[in-house]
């Protein structure tokens, strides 16, 4: 009994909803009233409720699997894609990108180019200073050769200077000795008409040896005649021994040029 009351309170509701015009409207006056493709978004893509099924399935009528008719969405006229304009973007964008690319091409070849010209002027600067190394290198070699021609040049004239020198010596002597020899001669001649050697040295002895006077001399008179006496001695042995080296010395280079003398003749 309640039920059946509150169908029909239900019942009234609705139909003072429809005198007020506050009912929703059905989703076929939606489909009718123009909605069209906006109705099948406000459902999210579900078909309407004129496309599905009016009669569920009895036990008596055969089973029917539920087949929906897809409509793709469409676009609306005030968001319609510009496929013109997407591809023009699409277009800049490869185009921007291939220039970057250019750019950055452009730029890493100023780049192996600089590189490639700092290269070669340093090759060029090592070049020329290796030139410049040769040169004076060079030079220094020239000079170290011009120093040693004039040296050996220098040495030569020295070499040929002794040279002559030794040889005028050589006829000096060999002059001397014939004039020496000469003089012997005319010695031997007049010996009796100068005095010998011995009796020279007697001679000059006499001279030199005096008697000594020393009686009368007292101790320190004594004692300086003894120091004179001494250093007369000295002096005379000195002098004996300069006489004797010399002696010898004119010994030597008489057999000397003898001897050349001799050579001489053979030849």
Same mark, same amino acid.
């Given at each position: 009994?309640?039920? *059946?009351? %509150?169908?029909?309170? %239900?019942?009234?509701?609705?139909?003072?909803?429809?005198?007020?015009?506050?009912?929703?409207?059905?989703?076929?006056?939606?489909?009718? %009233?123009?909605? *069209?493709? #906006?109705?099948?978004?406000?459902? %999210?893509?579900?078909?309407?409720?004129?496309?599905?099924?009016?009669?569920?399935?009895?036990?008596?009528?055969?089973?029917?699997?539920?087949?929906?008719?897809?409509?793709?969405?469409?676009?609306?006229?005030?968001?319609?894609?510009?496929?013109?304009?997407?591809?023009?973007?699409?277009?800049? =964008?490869?185009?921007?990108?291939?220039?970057?690319? +250019?750019?950055?091409?452009?730029?890493?070849?100023?780049?192996?180019?600089?590189?490639? +010209?700092?290269?070669?002027?340093? +090759?060029? &600067?090592?070049?020329?200073?290796?030139?410049? &190394?040769?040169?004076?290198?060079?030079?220094?070699? =020239?000079?170290?050769?011009?120093?040693?021609?004039?040296?050996?040049?220098?040495?030569?004239?020295?070499?040929?200077?002794?040279?002559?020198?030794?040889?005028?010596?050589?006829?000096?002597?060999?002059?001397?000795?014939?004039?020496? *020899?000469?003089?012997?001669?005319?010695?031997?001649?007049?010996?009796?008409?100068? &005095?010998?050697?011995?009796?020279?040295?007697?001679? +000059?002895?006499?001279?030199?040896?005096?008697?000594?006077?020393?009686?009368?001399?007292?101790?320190?008179?004594?004692?300086?005649?003894?120091?004179?006496?001494? #250093?007369?001695?000295?002096?005379?042995?000195?002098?004996?021994?300069?006489?004797?080296?010399?002696?010898?010395? &004119?010994?030597?280079?008489?057999?000397?040029?003898?001897?050349?003398?001799?050579?001489?003749?053979?030849?």
């Amino acid at each position: 009994m309640k039920t *059946g009351q %509150g169908l029909r309170h %239900g019942e009234k509701g609705e139909k003072q909803r429809e005198k007020r015009g506050t009912l929703p409207r059905p989703p076929q006056a939606l489909i009718a %009233g123009g909605c *069209g493709a #906006q109705a099948e978004q406000c459902m %999210g893509g579900r078909p309407a409720p004129s496309q599905l099924p009016t009669e569920l399935p009895t036990s008596h009528s055969p089973f029917r699997p539920f087949m929906p008719n897809l409509v793709p969405p469409k676009i609306p006229d005030g968001e319609r894609l510009d496929f013109d304009d997407i591809h023009r973007k699409r277009m800049e =964008k490869d185009l921007n990108e291939l220039q970057a690319l +250019i750019e950055a091409h452009f730029e890493s070849r100023k780049k192996e180019e600089e590189e490639l +010209i700092s290269l070669k002027d340093r +090759i060029e &600067q090592r070049r020329a200073e290796r030139a410049e &190394q040769q040169r004076i290198r060079s030079e220094r070699e =020239k000079e170290r050769q011009a120093r040693m021609a004039e040296e050996r040049a220098r040495k030569e004239e020295e070499e040929a200077r002794k040279k002559a020198e030794e040889e005028a010596r050589k006829k000096k002597a060999f002059s001397n000795m014939l004039h020496f *020899g000469g003089y012997m001669q005319k010695s031997e001649k007049k010996g009796g008409k100068k &005095q010998t050697e011995r009796e020279k040295k007697k001679k +000059i002895l006499s001279e030199r040896r005096k008697p000594l006077n020393i009686d009368h001399l007292s101790e320190d008179k004594l004692r300086d005649k003894a120091k004179e006496l001494w #250093q007369t001695i000295r002096d005379l042995e000195a002098e004996k021994f300069d006489l004797q080296e010399k002696f010898k010395r &004119q010994k030597y280079e008489i057999n000397v040029l003898r001897n050349r003398v001799s050579d001489h003749q053979k030849v």
